[in-house]
């Protein structure tokens, strides 16, 4: 999260004594990325962070590859993926690699009885139905249809819903989610020429600080594994913080699309960065104005990525039986386009409510279980005419 944010109270000067007001230090943590190099955030906590009371069980939840070696263009149905009452569980891993886990969640209830915290992958969950709070170690955000929520790895977070309706999209990313570089200056700030800014962020408020102690469950995932830890101190317990590593949200309402006289390429459409994919936002835009133009996209060839659509809302001008909700998966090594007739019958349109959130891996994604499930099976024949 390239700017500064900070809530509750914090001494002076980092690493020295913060004394509380009935005696006593306050505990510090310094949360970091990529060695002592990365982004960071100086927590200051009631309790010592390191509290192990019990080391539970640890369950696999490692996705079960179906298909290793993928190049069929596939259609998934992602509204059949069944709702489950328990966050966690509600995950259902589609296409993986080993840069980034992308899949669906269903969930309808909150999590109210354990903490959760991804140690190995930052978390992208896009909202496609319902609002609630994510409430972390640093703050909350509230959150509704069509937010991104940024989770950087190791954040302590649960999930709050206000009903039990809840459709998102998730991407476990084993690489950092920034912003472009391109978007930023080289002091980090957004350019002008970025579809976003600063004042688009959603970020944490409210810090609440619980001083409990007792036994709180803590879910860690690590290494395909979810393991359990009892922890003797209230992992909600900061008193304050100031840095730059912190989640965030952003909404794709929010998003402003850059439009030309003719077809702009997906980069545009760009909203996030890793070293080993894109996440792309496709939102309700004017059409290309050349006097010749053809709004729907040229047949291409993303020869070395895989992409991924997510249909959330509107009518997907280059694509025919496709719904909300609806995945579609392009692999590398074959071209893909328009569908018959979308191509000339976009000619002469004005503007698209379409809105899709795009992932571009850089590396062939495999084919989970779970994906076999939802597959309509002749998605690939589609272009046939
Ligand atoms: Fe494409």
């Known amino acids: 999260m390239p700017i500064y944010h900070k809530l509750g109270k914090i001494p002076h000067k980092r690493h020295t ?84 886990h992308i899949g669906l969640a269903a969930p309808k209830k909150s999590i109210t009885d354990y903490f959760y915290k991804n140690a190995d992958a930052d978390e992208m969950l896009f909202i496609h139905k319902g609002s609630g709070t994510l409430k972390t170690f640093l703050g909350n955000i509230p959150f509704e249809y069509g937010d ?23 991407a476990e990313s084993f690489h950092p989610i920034y912003t472009p570089k391109r978007y930023r200056n080289w002091f980090g700030q957004l350019l002008e020429h970025s579809p976003y800014c600063e004042r688009d962020y959603k970020l944490p408020q409210d810090l609440q600080t619980f001083d409990e102690k007792g036994e709180f469950l ?58 080993a994919f894109v996440i792309c936002s496709f939102c309700p835009r004017l059409y290309d104005y050349h006097p010749k133009a053809i709004p729907a996209p040229y ?24 719904g909300p909700g609806y995945i579609s998966l392009h692999p590398a090594g074959i071209p893909h386009g328009p569908h018959p007739g979308t191509y000339e019958a976009s000619i002469g349109k004005k503007s698209t409510e379409e809105l899709a959130v795009m992932i571009d891996t850089f590396k062939p994604l495999k084919i989970t279980e779970n994906a076999l499930k939802i597959d309509d099976g002749k998605y690939y024949k589609s272009w046939l005419e």
């Open 299 to 322: 047949n291409h060839s993303n020869i070395d990525s895989d992409e991924v659509l997510y249909y959330v809302d509107g009518d997907f001008m280059s694509r025919t039986g496709i």
């Open 218 to 275: 803590m879910k860690i995932k690590k290494q395909g594994m979810l393991h359990e830890l009892v922890y003797a101190s209230h992992p909600f317990d900061v008193i304050g913080w100031d840095g730059y590593n912190f989640p965030y949200g952003f909404s794709i309402h929010n998003f402003e699309p850059i439009t030309g006289r003719v077809h702009q390429p997906p980069p545009v459409h760009q909203t996030f960065e890793t070293s």
């Open 17 to 100: 004594q913060f004394e509380k007001p009935n005696g006593g230090l306050y505990y510090e943590q310094l949360f970091g990325t990529i060695g002592f190099d990365g982004m960071s955030s100086l927590s200051y906590h009631v309790h010592r962070p390191t509290q192990v009371k019990e080391i539970g069980k640890a369950i696999d939840v490692s996705p079960k590859i179906a298909v290793e070696k993928n190049i069929t263009s596939r259609k998934l149905i992602g509204f059949d993926v069944q709702p489950k009452d328990d966050f966690l569980e509600a995950h259902e891993p589609l296409l993986v690699n080993n840069d980034v």
């Open 148 to 170: 991104y929520l940024i989770i950087p790895r190791g954040m302590i977070y649960q999930i709050e819903f206000d009903t039990e309706d809840n459709r998102i999209l998730y």
